[in-house]
């Protein structure tokens, strides 16, 4: 097996995983968060303890025990939450109530998980195995430990909020490289590209409306973004009417995931079929041009920060995808891809011979995929 970089680890990870990376995300976090939070409160009771001898001597582990703990569980919860109901519930609501709804389902398990800790854990755990049964702690002084949790519990659920959405931004596993500087400077990398653009745009934008083409456009996209992780794709540009994906070379040769990729959208498109023609009385068709090679790659941008593509191999796959309407093909790709061992088993497929793209000096042999076998 290829070396798989970061980058290649998360992507694989997560369309293998989905339900697993997300609680795991939400643990992790929650872990580090809640052992910070239990090194601060050791802090604060041993210099009070140093003026002020208190009932125990301050021990760092049974707090840093409960933080564990208590990160573990409410990790757990907010992870299944947070998938169950971005799926079912969230996806098509306003960020206000999408917020609102988190935050209120964040407290009630905060609640809980906090009464947990203190009748269950600390009572029937922590007091009698490290404390020997004597508590430093009344009810008085759980009510400010809650007000504690709340506040703290409060920012760091900002702070991974900000880290969620950052990330869905750029995609899995690309977060870290970014941070770490790894696009700072011009990188060199094998990538396949596909544009894949709305059929008969112009006609739908006038049949529908602006208001009802954007959600038609909007519905779209997000039901492309269904299949994404399951064919280890990447989301490049979104432009207009128009989306742009991006395959690490071996990624998206795997079993050509890249080519399976297009079929998947028209099968996803057909499961809510019903839904499409309740609301806009058509369904949607996209056209699609996929090329590959070398290209570069690099963090651009001041105010705007973001991570470009550039190459020669980018502007073929949109020359390729160009060519649609001309041959009257909805998903075009470059001859490479069927050489691919496995290629005549999985799809019928009809070449078009030697064709000119525009900018180009030498023309390239394409390939219509009309449609897929196994």
Same mark, same amino acid.
Request: charged fraction near 20%.
């Given at each position: 097996?290829?070396h798989?970089?970061?980058?290649?680890?998360?992507?694989?990870?997560?369309?293998?995983?989905?339900?697993?990376?997300?609680?795991?995300?939400?643990?992790g976090?929650?872990?580090?968060?809640?052992?910070? =939070?239990? !090194? *601060? #409160?050791h802090l604060?009771?041993?210099?009070?303890?140093?003026?002020?001898? /208190? $009932?125990?001597?301050?021990?760092?582990?049974?707090?840093?025990?409960t933080g564990i703990?208590?990160?573990?569980l409410?990790?757990t919860?907010?992870?299944?939450?947070?998938?169950?109901?971005?799926?079912?519930?969230?996806?098509?609501?306003?960020?206000g109530?999408?917020?609102?709804?988190?935050?209120?389902?964040?407290?009630?398990s =905060?609640? !809980? *998980? #906090?009464?947990?800790?203190?009748?269950?854990?600390?009572?029937h755990?922590? /007091? $009698?195995?490290?404390?020997?049964?004597?508590?430093?702690?009344?009810?008085?002084?759980?009510?400010?430990?809650?007000?504690?949790?709340?506040?703290?519990?409060?920012?760091?659920?900002?702070?991974?909020?900000?880290?969620?959405?950052?990330?869905?931004?750029?995609?899995?596993?690309?977060?870290?490289?970014l941070?770490?500087?790894?696009?700072?400077q011009p990188?060199?990398?094998?990538?396949?590209?596909?544009?894949?653009?709305?059929?008969?745009s112009?006609?739908?934008?006038e049949?529908?409306?602006?208001?009802?083409?954007s959600?038609?456009?909007?519905?779209?996209?997000?039901?492309?973004?269904?299949?994404i992780?399951?064919?280890?794709?990447?989301?490049?540009?979104?432009?207009?009417?128009?989306?742009?994906?991006?395959?690490?070379?071996a990624?998206?040769?795997?079993?050509?995931a890249?080519?399976?990729?297009?079929?998947?959208?028209?099968?996803?498109f057909?499961?809510?079929?019903?839904?499409?023609?309740?609301?806009?009385?058509?369904?949607?068709?996209?056209?699609?041009?996929?090329?590959?090679?070398?290209i570069?790659?690099?963090?651009?941008?001041?105010?705007?920060?973001?991570i470009?593509?550039?190459?020669?191999?980018?502007?073929?796959?949109?020359?390729?995808?160009?060519?649609?309407?001309k041959?009257?093909?909805?998903?075009?790709i470059?001859?490479?891809?069927?050489?691919?061992?496995?290629?005549?088993k999985?799809?019928?497929?009809?070449?078009?011979?030697?064709?000119?793209?525009?900018?180009?000096q030498?023309?390239?042999?394409l390939?219509?995929?009309?449609?897929?076998l196994?």
């Amino acid at each position: 097996m290829p070396h798989l970089d970061y980058t290649q680890r998360a992507l694989r990870f997560v369309s293998r995983y989905p339900v697993f990376n997300i609680i795991l995300t939400q643990i992790g976090f929650w872990v580090m968060a809640n052992s910070i =939070l239990a !090194l *601060l #409160l050791h802090l604060m009771y041993s210099s009070v303890h140093v003026n002020v001898p /208190l $009932p125990l001597p301050p021990e760092l582990w049974p707090t840093m025990l409960t933080g564990i703990i208590l990160g573990i569980l409410y990790g757990t919860v907010l992870g299944i939450t947070e998938y169950f109901l971005e799926k079912q519930f969230f996806r098509r609501r306003s960020l206000g109530v999408t917020f609102l709804l988190k935050t209120m389902v964040s407290l009630l398990s =905060l609640i !809980l *998980l #906090l009464a947990l800790v203190r009748f269950v854990l600390f009572d029937h755990l922590i /007091l $009698p195995v490290f404390m020997k049964g004597r508590s430093p702690l009344t009810d008085e002084s759980w009510k400010f430990i809650f007000f504690i949790f709340l506040v703290y519990y409060g920012l760091m659920t900002l702070v991974i909020t900000f880290i969620t959405q950052v990330n869905k931004k750029y995609g899995p596993g690309v977060l870290v490289p970014l941070l770490l500087g790894k696009y700072r400077q011009p990188k060199e990398e094998e990538r396949i590209f596909m544009f894949m653009d709305l059929q008969s745009s112009t006609s739908i934008a006038e049949e529908l409306g602006h208001l009802r083409y954007s959600g038609f456009i909007r519905d779209s996209f997000m039901d492309i973004n269904q299949v994404i992780a399951k064919h280890q794709a990447e989301i490049y540009q979104y432009v207009g009417d128009e989306i742009v994906l991006s395959w690490r070379m071996a990624e998206g040769l795997k079993d050509l995931a890249c080519v399976r990729f297009y079929f998947a959208c028209g099968e996803q498109f057909a499961k809510r079929a019903a839904y499409y023609e309740a609301q806009y009385g058509r369904l949607p068709f996209f056209k699609a041009g996929l090329h590959g090679g070398k290209i570069t790659a690099v963090e651009i941008g001041e105010i705007k920060r973001d991570i470009a593509f550039h190459g020669d191999s980018i502007n073929t796959a949109a020359r390729i995808q160009s060519l649609c309407n001309k041959y009257q093909k909805s998903l075009l790709i470059s001859k490479p891809f069927t050489e691919y061992s496995e290629f005549n088993k999985l799809f019928n497929a009809v070449s078009l011979g030697m064709v000119a793209l525009k900018g180009k000096q030498q023309p390239v042999e394409l390939v219509s995929v009309e449609r897929i076998l196994v």
